[in-house]
Each structure stands twice: as structure tokens, then as C-alpha cells.
């Protein structure tokens, strides 16, 4: 296990049905992915809750391509990333619709 200090935020929880909300305090995940391409094919995310318990979300595909971080932008692309800010009125570049989704 590597030692080095880290420092790692983010933001999430679990927030109940009566507006309640149970914060996160820290996340380890435990990931299956495929070799040719990384694509996430499942396991599990560890968190630890603000109040120190643990808590374990079980993750699986919906099916056998797995999931692909990168249509999110998280590994970043062409000089970008994910939740970057871009301007109030960006041009993305869109070239189709997606009315259809």
C-alpha cells in the first residue's frame, strides 16, 4: 500500500427519503475492469460515513461492454475535463441533436 500523502475531496452522500441526508466522508474503491480498454465491469465502492461507519454500494454494468468513465470527461479529452467551466453561453461544438435521448 502506498503511503505517500494524498489528499483526495469529494462531494456525495446518501439522502433519504425524509430529505435526511448521510454524508461521505471518504472512498475506496475496489473495481473490476476490462484490460483492452478499462471499462469499469463492476465490484465495489467503500465509503466511509461522516459518523465513521461503513458503508458498501455494490456497482455492476447493465450489460457486457461495461461502463466507460471517459463519456463523462473524468480522464479528461482533447484538453478538457470534467465539471471545467467553459463560460456561461459555451460552444461545445454540438453538431447533432439530442432530442432523441
Known sequence: MD???????FQGGVRHGNGRKEHFAALVP???VRDDNRR????TLH?????????AIEIRPL??????LGTGLYP?????WNGE????HADLGLTEEASFL
Open 47 to 55: 465509503f466511509t460515513m461522516n459518523d465513521g461507519a461503513a458503508r
Open 63 to 68: 450489460s457486457e461492454t461495461g461502463f466507460h
Open 30 to 32: 475496489e473495481l473490476k
Open 76 to 80: 479528461g479529452f482533447d484538453g478538457h
Open 3 to 9: 503511503t505517500a500523502w494524498q489528499r483526495v475531496e
Open 85 to 88: 467551466w467553459r463560460g456561461r
Open 40 to 43: 469499469v465491469l463492476g465490484r
